[in-house]
């Protein structure tokens, strides 16, 4: 099941997408996890609403270089255990928001990445427990970076967690198996830049799981970016980025210079 986040009529809700059109939705009154989604209505079109981050994370927790054809385009080596990294909530922004490229920075890149939501609160999961009960449901994210402070400061909060420079939906799809192979695809103006597929992840999505939960606590709505394809490059004003997961569909932000 695909569920979208979304504001219509002067309301916000949830709703059940399918074809690119809202079947049935819900008026928010809690999470989508907490939802039964029954009351129907004529159908919506995606394009006649507008479509909101799909969670509120109490954080964005980001793996880096764990494709290892990305790690070596950086000049890097895949690390010996997940590489874990923070994303500021500020910087979340929806489906065909403006990304906006900061003057202090001569290069954005894009990083298009599976995004895992979490459902369930989490801590310390043993190396035997199955994390997929763990799991609400997978989306797009786009773990955009300013790469040259990336380089300049050493740890990376300030070039991750610009405002606007994490678009993450537009929808979270309930039913999806990443393990068995997915591909992440992104392109620019429609050209692609970056292909790969979950089954090349270095660290798995249940080992990531097992990994961050012994140092913080998961909560639902909390969003696990899981690592970028080769491929990664800049971004300029004017430029449409899409990222694409396999079975959840098309993440599309445009670029403007702040």
């Known amino acids: 099941m695909k569920l979208c986040k979304f504001e219509h009529g002067g309301k916000t809700h949830y709703g059940v997408l399918r074809d690119d059109s809202i079947v049935a939705y819900a008026e928010i009154s809690g999470d989508p ?28 927790v980001c793996i880096g270089r764990n494709y290892k054809e990305h790690a070596q385009e950086l000049g890097n080596e895949v690390p010996p255990e997940p590489l874990i990294f923070l994303k500021a909530t500020s910087a979340l922004i929806a ?32 190396a035997d427990e199955d994390v997929r009960p763990y799991i609400f449901g997978y989306t797009c994210v786009n773990d955009v970076t300013a790469r040259d ?10 070039a991750k967690s610009f ?30 830049k970056q292909s790969g597929s979950t089954k ?3 660290f798995p999505i249940d080992r990531l799981l097992r990994h961050i939960t012994e140092c913080m606590t998961l909560y639902p709505g909390d969003v696990i970016a899981t690592g970028t394809p080769a491929g ?21 932000n445009p670029v403007v210079d702040d």
């Open 33 to 60: 996890w907490q939802l039964t989604i029954g009351e129907r209505i004529p159908t919506i079109e995606l394009g006649w609403v507008r479509v909101l981050p799909p969670v509120t994370p109490s954080k964005i």
């Open 95 to 126: 489906h065909e928001e403006q990304i906006r490229r900061p003057s202090i920075s001569d290069r954005v890149d894009h990083e298009g990445e599976l995004g895992v939501i979490i459902a369930r609160t989490c801590r310390k999961l043993r």
């Open 149 to 158: 402070l990336q380089k300049k400061d050493g740890q990376w909060s300030r």
């Open 163 to 192: 405002d606007t420079f994490c678009p993450v939906g537009p929808v979270i799809e309930t039913e999806l198996d990443p393990w068995s192979g997915i591909k992440v695809e992104t392109r620019v103006n429609g050209e692609v």
């Open 200 to 202: 090349d992840l270095w």
């Open 232 to 252: 990664v490059g800049p971004l300029r004003k004017g430029d449409v980025v899409e990222v694409s997961v396999q079975g959840v569909g098309t993440l599309r």
